[in-house]
């Protein structure tokens, strides 16, 4: 077998990019020829290096621009906030927002016709407004509260670990 040929097989076989039958036979060559079944190794151990080496390169470059970004003073705005003051800010964000979200869902099935089944109650005699059933359109309510508190909770999480990350990078690198 000449060796282009070899190499354009080698690549095939590490991504994948042959169908069963010319996957197996690439697997018994390899088990008859160690010669070949060495050369997948080297490529395969060469892959994973360059993909390593693309990896520090990539948090070396981040972590210049960090630097970089520190010296122009870029941080320093957030430097003053302390976690407490962010959570409370977050919280009443995340508190207007549900109250939006409801209002207009309240609006929205409203409009629906929802709440127009009216029943006399027998403590006031006066016609009280309850609420159709309709289960499928509750757990669709449900799904959309239960959707926006996670994302909420998450943006809490991810603002304060994130928050945390760049306070602890800067203590770090001041020492």
Do not use: C, W
Request: hydrophobic fraction near 40%; avoid cysteine.
């Amino acid at each position: 077998m000449n060796n282009d040929s070899n190499l354009d097989r080698i690549e095939q076989y590490i991504f994948e990019n042959m169908d069963s039958e010319s996957h197996q036979a690439f697997q018994n060559a390899m088990e008859e020829d160690l010669d070949l079944k060495k050369e997948v190794l080297f490529h395969q151990e060469l892959l994973q290096g360059i993909k390593a080496a693309g990896d520090i390169h990539l948090v070396a470059n981040i972590e210049l621009a960090e630097i970089e970004l520190t010296q122009k003073d870029f941080f320093s705005p957030y430097q003053d906030i302390k976690d407490s003051e962010l959570e409370k800010g977050i919280h009443s964000l995340g508190d207007k927002e549900l109250k939006n979200q409801i209002q207009e869902t309240e609006n929205k099935i409203g409009e629906e016709g929802f709440f127009d089944q009216v029943l006399p109650s027998a403590s006031n005699p006066a016609k009280t407004h309850t609420a159709k059933t309709s289960s499928l359109f509750n757990r669709r309510i449900l799904a959309v509260a239960a959707s926006i508190l996670f994302l909420i909770t998450a943006g809490i999480f991810f603002l304060r670990n994130s928050s945390k990350m760049i306070f602890q990078r800067k203590n770090t690198k001041s020492l």
